[in-house]
């Protein structure tokens, strides 16, 4: 697996270790998981959503891709407003 990196405030750093202590986890899997919340996915995943989709809808596979996008792109933007706001 790679690895990377980042630098975050004292502050932030020490609540992150905390959170991870709370939930007996690790930071990189609440790091992983906020990610995921944010809407930034694998293609696996994405794949899987759709595959879903495809599924409970009986939609058709480009239809299908159509809403995952729109999807996708929602949360993205709503993220970004959100970290603007901050």
Known sequence: MPRMT?????????VLKE???????????????????AGIRTRESAAEI???????SRMAEQEAMDVA????????KAAALRDRRR
Do not use: C, H, K, M
Request: net charge positive; glycine share 2%; proline share 5%.
């Open 69 to 76: 996008l729109r999807e996708t792109a929602a949360v993205r």
């Open 6 to 14: 980042i630098t975050l405030p004292p502050e932030r750093w020490q």
């Open 50 to 56: 759709v595959a879903r989709a495809r599924f409970n």
């Open 19 to 37: 959170a991870a202590a709370r939930r007996g986890t690790t930071i990189t899997a609440i790091i992983d998981e906020s990610l995921e919340l």
